[in-house]
């Protein structure tokens, strides 16, 4: 079978044998994959630095038939991410972003919008002006977690029903809880841990999911929407019913 060339995302490698790799990575045409990259812990390869973690490239394979492992034979470049490795946050939300990829995006599915949504908030990343990590990590969860389907109503509790748009209505969440719920039902439902989602941060939320990411406000820092991060990351959590391992390297950072 002739090599398919892809546009894609290297998301994370796993050492294999002696000298190779797994290699995951998230295809524009094809979606997510995985192959053997042969000898590419050997000094002379083919892929360069191409395997680095968020490298935008164009990977050569073979698909086999009947084997869940491609080929990989090489890899051209297009876009590395170590411009921002002298950023230790930025750093680390490569991390965060490619554990979230990796962890939602189902296998041998193209998810064009998720292509252009890595795309367009690592440029906004590696721009590097004031707070462009922390917009650009909320960002790219908010928009992972509604191009996965898992994104619940924000505007009524899921419990009874109510408008949180309502004046005054505080919006409230739990682990392992889906959605939203009001103050008189978080009353109700006490014994666990709650946490609030502020009206401003939800105004964020919304925001988010009109604009493009160099459209918000520039006066981010850590503590903003961090609230709505947590919630967020809490239904992935749920979702793929394990902890997200660079969550807390990241709200530390
Ligand atoms: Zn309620």
Known sequence: ?????????????????ESDLIVSFFTRDAGKLRGVAKRARRQKNGFGSGLERLSQVRMAYFEREN?????????????????VLSDYAAGISLDYLAEISEQILPAHEPNDKFFRLITSVLEHIRAGSPGAVWRGVTYFTLW???????????????????????EGERAFFRRGAHGLMCMDCKRTLSG?????????????ASQILRLPVGALDAAWTRETAADLRRFLQQQIESHIERRLLTVSVLEAA
Do not use: I
């Open 144 to 166: 992972a977690v509604k191009l996965a389907g898992m994104l619940p109503e924000l505007h009524v509790c899921l419990s009874c029903g109510v408008s949180l748009d309502e």
């Open 1 to 17: 079978m002739p090599a398919r060339v892809s546009e894609a995302f290297v998301l994370q490698t796993y050492p294999l044998k």
């Open 67 to 83: 084997r869940e492992l491609v080929n990989l034979d090489s890899c051209d470049l297009v876009q590395s991410q170590f411009g």
């Open 192 to 204: 666990r841990d709650a946490w609030e989602l502020s009206r401003e941060s939800r105004t964020l």
